[in-house]
């Protein structure tokens, strides 16, 4: 598994991320703004305050929907310093190897170097041809307008109730 996390971090910087990928993230966030439950009023108010210390007043409801551009450069950094010489793997799960009780929380656990050979394959491992960066995501709609049985999209009236 953490040979694939490191082929996969190798497929991004040698492809780079899709275009088309931060325009679906921004989408999706618009959907779930436009389409999300209506909030507590209490928790509206809360978090308008607290969004005007931070983003314009114009967003401070629709802040989360909103998307900077992604920068090349950010991203770059940060797929740079996803390496196996920063790694710190955690092995959880019963019946392991340990030498040293936590003092706060009175759980078990084990400190050990990882082996540099390992980390050297880690590092140098070709990228598996089973791995690739995801495709459009064909069910993201682009028109959310009801639509009528005629093909319309004008408003419907109410019917009438006796």
């Known amino acids: 598994m953490v040979s694939f996390v490191f082929q996969y971090v190798s497929l991004l910087q040698q492809d780079g991320l899709p275009s088309f990928y931060a325009d679906e993230q921004s989408r999706m966030r618009q959907l779930a703004f436009q ?3 209506p909030p507590e009023p ?18 401070t409801l629709d802040q989360h929907a909103q998307s ?14 996803l390496s196996p010489s920063n790694l710190r793997l955690f092995v959880l799960g019963p019946n392991l190897e340990t030498d040293r009780v936590d003092p706060y929380y009175d ?7 990882l082996d540099e050979a390992q980390l050297s394959r880690w ?7 089973s791995l690739a960066l995801p495709t459009p995501n064909a ?3 682009d028109d959310t307008s009801l639509v009528s049985d005629d093909g319309s999209t004008a408003p419907q009236t109410r ?3 006796a």
């Open 123 to 129: 590092g140098q491992e070709p990228i598996s041809s």
């Open 107 to 113: 759980t078990k656990y084990r400190v050990t170097p």
């Open 35 to 37: 389409f999300q439950e």
């Open 139 to 141: 069910f993201l709609p």
């Open 42 to 59: 209490k928790a509206t108010v809360r978090s308008v305050a607290e969004n005007l210390l931070h983003y314009p007043a114009a967003h």
């Open 159 to 161: 019917p009438e109730t």
């Open 68 to 81: 900077a551009p992604l920068e090349p450069g950010v991203l770059k950094s940060y797929l740079d310093e």
